[in-house]
């Protein structure tokens, strides 16, 4: 089954796709045209474009490729974040090295898939990033936590400290995104960080360690 009663009784997700080669882009398009759960606003062949239409359309979805010419995908996320846009951003690319995971999840992506996930995959993938669900491909997050868990002890960033002390007046994952005005997938990758460099594997514990470290103080976060 392929699921396409999921969404009967509601709105298409509306997508827009973006990457430098065509033939991938309308791949894409037939691919989720076919499918009434989904309803492809248009494409864009490079970062500056895709601005530029998610202003106009208004998606709730961008699949983003990468690496492409006059503006890559992590510059164009950055770009839809500070303009506080209203959309998520699904990155759909061949590359999975670490720096490329990193960048564009902290840059503001919502997900992080392989252009060699099956379709179902993608489907799935798409509706849960149009709910605002952090989406990675296995392998990509293998990367991602395998890079965070180094045994090297940083000093926490302001940002972490932002993001801890939020969490510590109990606020959620969603809630101190929208204070930071920044997404929940990034939250959730600093606070991998921070369970990184604290050396704890849960967000009570990171608490309590930061406050027993001095990085934490009652007025600060409680």
Known sequence: MSGQGENADTEPIRLLIVDDHPVVRDGLDGMFSGDRRFEVLGQA??????????????????????????????????HL??????????????????????????????????????????FRAVIAAARGEAVLSPAVATRLLGQVRQPAREPLSQRELEVLGLIARGSTNREAAARLF????????????????????????????????????PSRGA
């Open 45 to 78: 062949a490079d970062g500056a474009q895709a601005v530029s239409r998610v202003e106009a359309l208004r998606p709730d979805v961008v699949l983003m490729d990468l690496r492409m010419p006059v503006m890559d995908g992590v510059t164009a996320i950055s």
């Open 81 to 122: 974040v500070e303009r506080k846009l209203p959309v998520r951003v699904l990155v759909l690319t061949t590359y999975d090295t670490d720096s490329d995971v990193v960048a564009a999840i902290e840059a503001g992506a919502t997900g992080y898939l392989l252009k060699d996930a099956p379709r179902e995959e993608l």
């Open 182 to 217: 920044i997404s929940e997938a990034t939250v959730k990758t600093h606070l991998l960080h921070i369970y990184a460099k604290l050396g704890v594997n849960d967000r009570a514990a990171a608490v309590a360690t930061a406050f027993e470290r001095g990085l934490l103080t």
